[in-house]
């Protein structure tokens, strides 16, 4: 069957009926485009718990705080295509920003204090627009399950709450991150960095593995991992730290005493490049 | 066919999947309870535009700016269930607030002009209570229409716009405000009111067919219709007015020059009562 393209939410509402009518579960990958590696797990994880499997595409423009890094960021639609074909996705969907965002719209979806600390701290107005982006989608897709990568862990803690909240009928599901052979967490983003960037960019992963492996040899005090997190990151002076924490996996709140499960989370600037990251104490990757 | 009472979201999803599968149209009209003729009217209008009439009762607790007015509210569940069944109405949505809000809920949903100026500006958080809410009830009851009294005029104009912007794809329609013989608009809060007050409260009525007079009489200038029903209304020191303007029909903003679209619109307290009334210009009741 060939690959569907959708580009109004009126065609996606209506096949959505359809499909789930006929009794068919669909999964829904949202994407910003500029897919690699990363976004074809993902659809590898929703082919397995869904009959039909829809990719978006939308570079949604609310969520950046920056008109620059918005303007800038990757758009390489016929490769996304491509890639999606290959993947097996039976229909990608790729409204226009009227599409999303009819003629004075003035909605927005707010999730409270899961979306105020770390990256909702350092980009302001960031996370009400991939809440209210993501409602959207949800409502126009109609899927019975959601597949989001566990890179950006903030992000789909708010998700899977404002999911919970809104009482929309879908199971959040979190993907693995995918890393290159050296660590380096796959991110649409890599493709700005250079070669001595790339480099540089390794020490986010690395501040990671520093506080898991504190951890493993029992440090549980969450200001100590914190520390450790930190001054494995602070060694590299071309990277600027927006933040190193670690938090309850599920309140994204520092953590007094660490468990298995706290996460350490990281975003830094490599040049003009921000980067996040993250890795659960107990599961070092 | 006896009327269905439900009191879960999930109940409610599966049932609204089955009737949308097996093709008919469900109408819902979303209530606080305590109800009167004027929701009667409404199931008389959801009945005529669809084929199963689902009506939901939930004293929302986020729209209340004031924790008295919350707790005071008109409970009438046993009077509003006989109401529903001689009506017409197939199924009765009858949700706890654990169900409407799950623990830890912090999502909100959030209009922004719209909700600004008049019982925005009145009531700090009201709106934002009844976008949030009235987002849950059509992402739970799924209806294709959804029937709100043009009693609460901005309030209609915040949810024709969320629905739009969220992309629900429901049809929001306005029913016209029930009027007792004297002209009293019926609302809940109408049983607050003793003899006094109710002979009061007409004071309402009254500047909005002042401010239709006056532009029946060839007033076109918002400002000088506006004085029209702010001095009517002034005539009676026992109301207390929080607004009184002529706005554009769809914006909410005060007009300049009114056109027959223009809507005259009035919040005032009788004694502790705060009632809302409106009027189009062009047409008078």
Chains 1, 2 share one sequence.
């Not at 009518?21 to 990363?38: Q, S």
């Not at 009959?51 to 939308?58: A, N, T, Y």
């Not at 627009?129 to 789909?156: C, N, S």
């Not at 490049?273 to 104490?281: E, W």
Request: aromatic share 4%; hydrophobic share 50%; proline share 6%.
């Amino acid at each position: 069957m060939a690959m569907e393209r959708i580009d109004t939410t009126a065609a996606l509402q209506a096949l959505a009926h359809a499909e789930r009518c006929a009794g068919r579960r669909i999964a829904l990958v949202p994407t910003m485009g500029a897919l690699h590696a990363g976004h074809v797990s993902l659809v590898k994880i929703a082919r397995e718990r869904a009959d039909r499997v829809w990719l978006s595409i939308f570079v949604n423009p609310t969520q950046f705080d920056d008109p620059r890094d918005l303007a800038a960021y990757p758009r390489t639609l016929e490769a996304d295509l491509a890639i999606c074909r290959d993947a097996g996705v039976d229909a990608v969907f790729t409204p226009d920003a009227a599409q999303m965002y009819p003629a004075g719209a003035q909605t927005s979806v707010e999730v409270d204090e899961l979306a105020a600390p770390l990256c909702g701290a350092a980009r302001p107005g960031h996370f009400r627009g991939v809440a209210t982006v993501v409602t959207k989608l949800l409502v126009a897709a109609q899927p019975h399950v959601a597949v989001f990568g566990e890179k950006d862990y903030q992000q789909l803690a708010v998700i899977r709450r404002l999911v919970r909240d809104l009482l929309l009928p879908v199971e959040i599901v979190g993907a693995p991150t995918v890393r290159e052979p050296d660590g380096l967490a796959l991110s649409s983003r890599n493709s700005y960095l250079d070669k001595s960037a790339r480099a540089s960019a390794l020490a986010l992963v690395e501040s990671l593995r520093a506080a898991a492996r504190a951890f493993a040899q029992g440090e549980r005090r969450g200001d100590a991992l914190t520390a450790e997190g930190a001054s494995s990151i602070a060694a590299h002076p071309e990277v600027s730290v927006d933040y190193f924490a670690v938090v309850d996996a599920v309140a994204m709140q520092p953590v007094v005493d660490a468990t298995p499960e706290s996460v350490g989370i990281v975003a830094a600037r490599v040049g003009k490049t921000r980067l996040i990251d993250n890795m659960v104490l107990g599961q070092p990757e």
